[in-house]
């Protein structure tokens, strides 16, 4: 089934020169690019992005990073998307959770600074392109 879904190359993916890697990864595997935006987003948006863990005691930290230097947002197409680029991306703690060849894997080490976000269900995905591409 054909899905959309969020992805994110945070501040630190884009600091560190990870973008095109990143999208290499997600064409290479087969997944389309249907939207590409490098910003640099407010702490409304983020907030409401991050609404979920509003309360969690790394929130203030995370809506920090997240808010401090251009991102790319892209929205990515395939058959079943969503879990695909999770697989790309590797589990959300990049030593204990992400394994070798998954972008967290390969590229990060700590859990605030994991390179990439990708919505986690098709929910998230619907609530999350509609956030950040109003007009899609
Ligand atoms: P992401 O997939 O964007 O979803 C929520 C983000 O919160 C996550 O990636 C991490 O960047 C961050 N995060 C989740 N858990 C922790 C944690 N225990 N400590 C710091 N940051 C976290």
Known sequence: MTERTLVLVKPDGVSRGLTGEVISRIERKG?????????????ALAEQHYAEHDGRPFFESLLEFITSGPLVAAV???????????????????????????????FALETQFNLVHGSDSTESAAREIKLWFPDL
């Open 31 to 43: 997944l389309k690019l249907v939207a590409l935006e490098l910003r640099t987003v407010d702490r």
């Open 76 to 106: 990515v197409e395939g058959p079943r998307a969503i879990a695909a680029f999770r697989q790309l991306a590797g589990g959300t703690d990049p030593v204990e959770k992400a394994t070798p060849g998954t972008i967290r894997g390969d």
